[in-house]
């Protein structure tokens, strides 16, 4: 039932040019509304950022969850990306251990750092609670020590203004947060880092091709054709941010296609490094595969003995790439 | 770019007559898998209603959040339906605050009773709590009344085995636990209650016709046709559990559709009543509209103090609701 067509150009296209297949970033941003609090994400983006470059410290932005693209314009049905945003909230905790600040930009409801930890559906708030003899509220023993562990931290970073989490819902909530963000973190240079983790829709319906009120299923079948979503990596590493260290991944379910896909991004887009990964087994094993080692795929897999004692992958892709980083810190120095 | 068109019919198609939109519900279990877990959760519904049932506590099924239907087999992309599930969650508990006890049929992570409280994107898990001065973790006073007051509730409703909560991702994992669940009520004859606040899909793609991996965007436009989900409620009103009292929900974004859609389905399955709500005022107004007064909507709207109270719709819905269960019963006696 899934066609993916490439000769039914619609007579009324919104494509560029007859040639290409999506349109430009330029032309999306021209068609589509941004959300209405653009203008509070850019104020606090620009003082968190000038707050923690002052203070000598490194900014990543983190982007995380899957964005939805809606049917309709009184939305009850959207499309959406598999993710509940677990690789960008454990991977924000990394950075900020690190001594990073983070920007989390993140799905509204998705996993946030810290918190992802006690918020599963097997475990939700009240279970760690409990009503002592004296009538107060106690933490269960058990969680005691890892809670009090994970509270000092968490104070001690908010405290300090070096997290801050902005939300998206929509792809074009996101693509516009993610444009002004970019554009305030390019000053920084080679410093800053973009960590894309976000699942980022693909195909979307322009909103002037919206129907305004819920689809009524007692017309019969329901058959949508949906655009490419223009490329944003390219305007991205090219001129909006054209110095900066960009990561971004690469989600398959065809161990096949992986690798080469995630070559032909770097090749396309000419940013730093992609972090390639199988649906299935991406909570245990990636590649990272970088623009100046075409060469070889850097694999990073747990043990049986470390996927047994929960350990989190994200620890390791996050030292690799901040190695990464800082040796593109010192080569942008050497050559400029 | 949408178009739902009622004579695109595929030559393969699934219709079951040629007159006919949508196939039939025995037809759509036997072209799908049933989730994993299906046993678990009839082993484990069958034990809760029996317990209840014995010690004469009235029974309940809450469906709620919104069904996924997926465009993958292996699933990167789907399309979902808006819901948070506040509105299944708030009502559970109401149901439980009256004495019933609840088989929470909720969309993975979505809200669930009680716990929905204190999992917002404005504050989470480790906004409630401090570190006190001797060491240990405690919860800031501001939160401390409520708290006790809702984890002595919690405790008291899983101690006594009054809440089952299991969850489901997507359309099909839905269907077929509703109906396993449904054919479980069925002997409780016109106690049994059914509170369908689920937003559950109304087009998917047959298992058959899925493609295997992601979709590459490199390869166009994406064009999808999908078919009408059948109705179920229509077999579950008249042949799963036709004694038992069923309300449904109807959302609609279009004021001008909503009363004459919530009739229209009365009519054609033959339940108890419709909670009809408009998507953008859902949760300060809903129309009750029964079956048995084709005459009247009855309408629940808070006023404006209540809604600067937060007072919370449901606990009239239900309230209003349980009464109208209960003269059910009664008739249902009288009649037998």
Known sequence: MISQNQNVIQSDSLLSSPSSKAIDADSYFKKNTPPSNLNEITAK????IATNTKLGRPVVLVTSGGTTVPLENNTVRFVDNFSAGTRGAISAEFFLKSGYSVIFLHRK???QPFNRKYATPELGFLDFLFISQEGTVKIKPQYEESLIHDIALFNDIISQNRL???????LSDYLFSLREITNLLNPLGPNAFFYLAAAVSDFFIPADKMVEHKIQSSEGELSLTMNQVP???KPLVNSWAPNSF???????TDPNLLEAKARLSLEKYGHQAVVANILHTRKNVVWIIKRDSMDKAEEIRLSDEEIKNHVEIEQ????????IHNSFI???????
């Not at 960009?246 to 398959?252: D, P």
């Open 45 to 48: 983006s620009a003082e968190f």
């Open 109 to 111: 409801h998705s996993l």
């Open 164 to 170: 801050y989490m902005p939300t998206f819902i929509t």
């Open 231 to 233: 490329k944003f990596l």
């Open 246 to 252: 960009v990561v971004s991944f690469k989600l398959e």
């Open 316 to 323: 390791y892709i996050i030292k690799k790439l901040i190695k």
């Open 330 to 336: 010192q080569n942008s120095k050497s050559s400029s």
